[in-house]
């Protein structure tokens, strides 16, 4: 088992619509949460952190944790095709310690 | 705030040559930061994390000789690529942990190495 998942996508959405985009984690003892957006051919990009159970909203873009399941999600409301790119999960153990990342899931945003 | 920048965004050089990469935090102190590598379609592989003052940790599998990391302040970490082959071709992308913030890692724009 990965230390954390994502389905790799391509997650196609039209223009408008809600994406949701997912991510599990192996280790219960994880601190802190993260999504990553990378455009092709970029480097990755912070949108949101998250360190507590709940939702954690930020413009469009809405973080929610559950760290009972172990599961961490994004929700992007208005979607545009400018979010198309790949979103990295990342998870930290504790604070001093590295980030692991998912594989990356792929959105496109139909126009 | 939380600007990381990264010189040269892309370089070509000769097989058996060495290429040093700089990562700069430019508004933020950073004690750690870290080096990946990405190859086309795949996903972040952390190559090493380094920290100010000490010596870089290498990931498994990652050969420190020929990958050298030096953590020289808060503001700057170097990577270089020594006796560079075709198969070293990347992307080089640092972050660096800003040590007034949780664990937040903000990543640099990238280098694009080209070995000939």
């Known amino acids: 088992q990965k230390e954390v998942e994502q389905n790799s996508g391509p997650l196609s959405v039209p223009e408008g619509a809600i994406a949701s985009l997912n991510c599990t984690y192996s280790?219960?003892?994880?601190?802190?949460f993260f999504w990553y957006r990378q455009y092709s051919g970029k480097s990755p990009e912070l949108i949101m952190s998250?360190?507590?159970?709940g939702d954690k909203e930020d413009g469009r873009f809405t973080a929610q944790l559950n760290k009972a399941s172990q599961y961490v999600s994004l929700l992007i409301r208005d979607s545009q095709p400018s979010d198309s790119a790949t979103y990295l999960c990342a998870v930290n153990k504790w604070q001093g310690g590295k980030l692991i990342f998912g594989q990356g899931t792929e959105l496109s945003v139909k126009p | 705030g939380a600007v990381v920048s990264q010189h040269p965004s892309w370089v070509i050089c000769k097989s058996g040559t060495s290429v040093k990469i700089e990562c700069r935090s430019l508004?933020?102190?950073?004690?750690?930061m870290f080096w990946y590598r990405q190859f086309p379609k795949q996903s972040l592989m952390l190559m090493a994390t380094s920290n100010e003052g000490s010596k870089a940790t290498y990931e498994q599998g990652v050969e420190k000789d020929k990958f050298l990391i030096n953590h020289a302040s808060l503001t700057l970490s170097t990577l270089t690529v020594t006796s560079a082959h075709p198969e070293d071709s990347s992307f080089y992308i640092c972050?660096?942990?800003?040590?007034?913030?949780?664990?937040?890692?903000?990543f640099g724009p990238g280098t694009r190495l080209t070995v000939t």
């Open positions: 998250i360190y507590s159970n």
């Open positions: 972050s660096a942990r800003d040590r007034s913030a949780s664990a937040k890692q903000y």
């Open positions: 508004d933020f102190q950073a004690t750690t």
């Open positions: 280790d219960r003892g994880s601190q802190s």
